[in-house]
């Protein structure tokens, strides 16, 4: 029995390795995006929580003037942040949907080399069993004639 061998393997073991590359890619946008999705609920809370002092500060009574002013600039600091992350957050969406199109595209390929492949090797079992089938036919004929 001869051994099959698919003459584009070395193209599919690329397009394998492209897979992997791009799920790798989603993978890391995904993380990503999961921690600015962290880092923008740890701001808010942040926020909130200053806004809360703010409030319990200026009770009726002594007003601390300098702490109140540094309590709204840290929260103008923050909202900069929260800002700027929530920017990050929508590249990285972008970037992310953008990642996943080209893992499935690079997937689309790897299964049509697949089926190429899979195609291929039931045409050389055919041939195979056929060959087998041919040479069983022969050495029959030949044990016919020897008893003949």
């Known amino acids: 029995m001869s051994h099959f061998e698919f003459?584009?393997?070395s193209l599919l073991k690329l397009r394998q390795a492209e897979c992997q590359r791009r799920r790798a890619e989603v993978e890391e946008a995904f993380?990503?995006?999961q921690q600015l999705s962290e880092q923008i609920g740890q701001t808010r809370r942040e926020i909130d929580e200053m806004r809360q002092r703010s409030l319990a500060d200026a009770a009726p009574g002594r007003i601390d003037v300098a702490r109140l002013s540094n309590a709204q600039r840290y929260q103008q600091v923050l909202r900069?942040?929260?800002l700027s992350l929530s920017q990050q957050q929508s590249q990285w969406v972008v970037e992310l949907e953008e990642r996943r199109l080209a893992l499935v595209?690079?997937?689309?390929q790897l299964r049509v080399l697949e089926k190429l492949r899979d195609r291929h090797l039931r045409v050389h079992q055919g041939e195979q069993q056929r060959r087998e089938i041919k040479a069983l036919d022969e050495v029959a004929a030949h044990q016919r004639h020897a008893r003949a």
Do not use: P, T
């Open 7 to 9: 003459r584009l393997d």
């Open 31 to 33: 993380r990503a995006q």
């Open 80 to 82: 900069g942040q929260l």
């Open 105 to 108: 595209e690079a997937d689309r």
